[in-house]
């Protein structure tokens, strides 16, 4: 846990004083990744490296867990929070093992030890220790070395990371897929995370708390869903960008919305006017067809009311299925790409479970936005 | 002309080489000692800006002043203590004179580095001295080698005037030769200061080749 308490920094004196940290008040609680956000010169890496002083603080204090860090000898203190800054900041005159090792090294590790560790941490980066120990950082894609200034940060084990734009320099692409690795990471190692960025979906995507900066001043700190549905005052608003619907559909998953229990089911074998009378009755514009456990497409009642047999010959197929952890940004996509109001949700035995539907979608949005 | 300078030297051939080890020696002594100074010197200026200027000023200063003046303003002020006149003095010359290439090298080497990486190295908790060791030193190293190959070069040269106060080396061949009007030996001096230049040129060039990371090199190959 981090903890700042009326924090402010102050760089340069007299008239050529500038307020860099206005004031901060703020808690980042165990185990939680944090993103410090906001444009640049808005004094989120100012309080990071406030809290591994490398900036001194003018006014007030920061805790971890409990202890001033004015208390705390600075080299220790940055020996036992992780630093992860981007990529440039590998050491290009030491090997990748020899970058990795470096906090265990300076806290006098045994020899076996910090080789049994690097190997460790590159097997969580996913990259292949046999190939990857003895190059050198020049060798690595930007993503490779980005991975190593992660694996960097966590070799000594620290129970916080403070990250500053850590994936900044890398393309977009990679990044997304950088991220992802990060996040399951996360899941299995449970870091007290402080992330500083200035991009809004990176921030969405990888924080449990967003804190929005503005002029060295905390303007919002809240989960992210609540940053894009209630944002405090137009600064937040435009910073978040006038699609931040769609921004909260990103965040939501299908099995947050699914109908797991939709009632215009038809068998395959029906009949068509059995099918027909079935839909009318019940005011449905159309039925899904299931085949054991497979849906096999849709038939509207104009098709069946057209056509004789079973319905099954009739069923339009669907182009693709849901799975329930697809983002609600992703099937909304697949709404208007098809021009279909619904899709069928499969588990991962391609067994059917249930629909999502543009008012599913609405419906949610509209929530979010209600509480 | 030139084959009496070849015969010159194969007549006196064992006085050419003891004065050359002589030279070599007034070079060698005075940059292991301007490396001793300058180097630490160049480390602590790139820490404290303020004083960059005054100091690396103060060294280009010293090498603006020709040889012959530097030697004759250190007569009278070495003269009471006795050393006005020897090796000592010329010791202390070529030392001044390195003073510029070596500071300003390692001023720069130091300053030119990424300060992303001080930044990490800073952050990641290695004390100052850590730093230099393991980060700032091994990048810097290869700027740092040709500033002294810069200074030992140029110092090979200045020794040989040294000799009007006595330092010996070469320089003997060619103040004694214009003395006695006898190009041959004048040659032969100027002949020996120049292959001894490019010889240490030569080991200075491939010290600094061996001072350069592995990953910088394999940057610089892949960056091509």
Known sequence: ?371 | MISGVFHFISENFSQALYLSWEHMWIVGVALLISAAAGIPLGLYVAGHEEIASPIINGANIIMTIPSIALFGIMLPLLSPINLGLGKIPAIIALILYSQLPIIRNTFTAIKNLPPDLVDAADGMGMTRWQRLKEVEMPLAAPVIIAGLRTAAVMNIGIAAIAVYIGSGGLGVYIQQGIDRFYPEMILSGALLVSVLALIVDGIMAWLERAATPEGIKIQRKLMQ
């Open chain 1, 1 to 371: 846990m981090i903890t700042y308490e009326s924090v402010t920094k102050i760089f340069g004196s007299g008239r050529n004083a500038v307020t860099a940290l206005d004031n901060l008040n703020l808690t980042i609680p165990k185990g939680e990744i944090v993103v410090l956000l906001g444009p640049s010169g808005c004094g989120k890496t100012t309080t990071l490296r406030l809290t591994n002083r490398l900036e001194a603080i003018t006014r007030g204090n920061i805790y971890i867990d409990n202890q001033n860090i004015m208390d705390v000898n600075p080299v220790q203190l940055r020996q036992r929070l992780g630093y992860v800054i981007q990529a440039i900041g590998l050491f290009p005159n030491k090997t990748i093992a020899d970058n990795i090792s470096i906090v265990p090294r300076l806290m006098g590790w045994e020899k076996n030890e910090i080789e049994k560790r690097v190997d460790e941490m590159l097997q969580l980066v996913n990259l292949d220790p046999g190939i990857y120990r003895n190059r050198y950082p020049a060798e690595l894609s930007g993503g490779q070395q980005q991975r190593i200034g992660v694996a960097r940060g966590l070799a000594a084990d620290p129970d916080i990371l403070l990250m500053d734009e850590p994936f900044g320099a890398i393309d977009p692409i990679n990044r997304e897929q950088i991220q992802n690795e990060f996040l399951r990471l996360q899941a299995k190692l449970k870091k007290t995370i402080a992330f500083v960025s200035h991009d809004i979906h990176e921030a969405i995507k990888v924080g449990d708390r967003i804190a929005l900066f503005d002029k060295g001043k905390l303007v919002q700190y809240d989960i992210p869903e609540i940053i894009l549905t209630q944002p405090k005052n137009k600064f937040v608003a435009d910073f978040v960008g006038a699609d931040r619907a769609l921004k909260v559909l990103g965040l939501m998953r299908v099995s947050d919305v699914m109908n797991r229990h939709p009632e215009n089911i038809l068998r395959a074998d029906e009949r068509t006017e059995n099918a027909l009378h079935f839909l009318k009755e019940k005011g449905f514009r159309y039925g899904i067809v299931i085949d054991g456990t497979m849906p096999a497409g849709y038939v509207t009642q104009a098709t069946l009311s057209y056509e004789k047999g079973i319905v099954a010959g009739l069923a339009e197929k669907y182009p693709l299925f849901l799975k329930e952890r697809t983002s609600l940004r992703d099937v909304l996509s697949f709404m208007l790409m098809y021009d279909l109001p619904l899709f069928c949700v499969l588990d991962d035995n391609e067994n059917f479970t249930g629909t999502v539907t543009y008012k599913d979608i609405q419906q949610a949005v509209k929530e979010s936005y209600a509480d």
